[in-house]
């Protein structure tokens, strides 16, 4: 502690508080703070191959099946399009084949009419299959 030599020290002067040691703390904590707030951020280069993605194949396994009826007499089983019911029919089984938790989406356009709309629901249930969701927006054209 730095004291003053002065004659006219009083006894309030033996009661204050020393700050000394609290700046010395806040200074090593300021210091520390100031070393590590900008860490160097390493980084490992890796050079992707160029060729080969017309060869890789896809791993994962859709998790939806979309069943779109159209105006027209067409279906559409993820977005392939077929004019004959019982090409749908097979395209559709073939893509729920022991698949146990996809979920099937089925779409129709405006005009379509209820009619096969029933017919595809019939399908389901003859498949013992749940449909997860009747999409209800536009569908582009």
Request: charge should be negative; aromatic fraction near 8%; avoid cysteine.
């Amino acid at each position: 502690m730095i004291q003053l030599n002065t004659d006219t020290s009083n006894e309030f002067d033996a009661l204050a508080v020393d700050l000394t040691p609290m700046l010395d703390i806040l200074f090593i904590v300021l210091v520390f703070f100031i070393l590590t707030a900008n860490p160097a951020l390493h980084a490992l280069k890796v050079d992707l191959p160029s060729k080969g993605a017309e060869q890789a194949d896809v791993v994962t396994t859709p998790k939806q099946v979309h069943l779109t009826l159209f105006a027209k007499q067409q279906w559409a089983v993820n977005q392939q399009i077929f004019t004959d019911w019982k090409k749908t029919q097979q395209a559709f089984s073939h893509a729920v084949h022991n698949k146990p938790d996809i979920e099937i989406i089925i779409a129709t356009e405006k005009n379509a009419s209820v009619e096969r709309f029933l017919e595809i629901m019939s399908f389901l249930k003859q498949k013992n299959l749940q449909v997860a969701h009747i999409r209800m927006d536009a569908m582009p054209h």
